[in-house]
């Protein structure tokens, strides 16, 4: 989930040029990310000839249901910037899995229960986007932003750091590394704190790196193309300078005199 929070400030910030030439919108990359991530799950789950247990059980079913749900989403999606729900229904969905999965301790139970949440945001904010901040399906008209400095929209924005931070918590979120944290005295409040915080450098860091690289391209872009109008402004300066010596040459070049022109015609 990091991966893909990352992936999409690059695009919201640095990719509108991108995507309007691929001609599909987010949800149908997001969607085949959900397909093939509950493909995954679905066949290589559950080891052929072993005994079934309780987490085979749910993961191989919701990788079923993550893969049939991707399947929709590109079935919609397949069009010209068609926007999908099904991020957001998977989402919601699996966050309210979460939250209701038993755990092995206390501290597991709450860890996984805050990851439940934010999950549900996470799809709150995506339908949230979908219903009233999507643009026009027609980008034809949508100019570029050129600027070198850029932001994401608010709920660009919030779905990115939501889906870092759910990134961050699932990586500890195993009962055995938590078992580890409450033998050192850590609280499952002290981790979340940890944890948000450093999803918001991983935000930070990131929207850092997209914008510096905004600003080095149309920054050295700006640079030529004031070189090149220098440039044209010199030649014309110089071409100017050519023509007033010209014709000042032409005005001071001798005259004959009309009278001595007509003697040597007679002689």
């Not at 599909?24 to 997001?30: C, G, H, I, P």
């Not at 402004?233 to 071409?239: V, W």
């Amino acid at each position: 989930m990091i991966g893909s929070a990352i992936i999409l400030v690059i695009v919201t910030i640095d990719g509108e040029r991108w995507i309007r030439r691929t001609g599909r919108s987010l949800d149908f990359y997001a969607c085949a990310m959900i397909a093939a991530s509950g493909c995954g799950n679905a066949l290589f789950e559950h080891i052929p000839g072993s005994e079934w247990n309780h987490r085979e059980y749910s993961h191989v079913a919701f990788g079923v249901f993550w893969w049939l749900a991707g399947i929709v989403g590109l079935w919609q999606t397949r069009k010209h910037d068609q926007r999908s729900a099904i991020p957001g229904v998977v989402l919601i969905v699996t966050g309210w899995y979460f939250t209701m999965h038993e755990q092995p301790n206390a501290m597991a139970k709450h860890v996984h229960e805050i990851l439940g949440y934010v999950m549900m945001a996470a799809g709150a904010v995506h339908f949230i986007e979908i219903v009233h901040l999507a643009r026009d399906s027609n980008r034809s008209g949508v100019v570029v932003d050129l600027r070198p400095h850029k932001s994401q929209s608010p709920p660009e924005f919030a779905l990115s750091f939501l889906l870092i931070v759910q990134g961050v918590i699932n990586i500890f979120a195993p009962p055995q590394v938590l078992w580890l944290f409450d033998l050192w005295g850590l609280d499952y409040i002290s981790l979340m704190l940890i944890w948000f915080s450093i999803a918001m450098g991983i935000m930070c860091f990131t929207i850092l790196l997209v914008n510096l690289y905004r600003s080095l391209k149309f920054g050295k872009g700006r640079s030529n193309r004031r070189h090149n109008d220098v440039g044209s402004t010199e030649d014309l300066e110089l071409s100017r300078l050519l023509s007033e010596d010209m014709a000042q040459s032409a005005e001071e070049e001798p005259k004959v005199p009309m009278s001595l022109s007509h003697d040597r015609m007679h002689k």
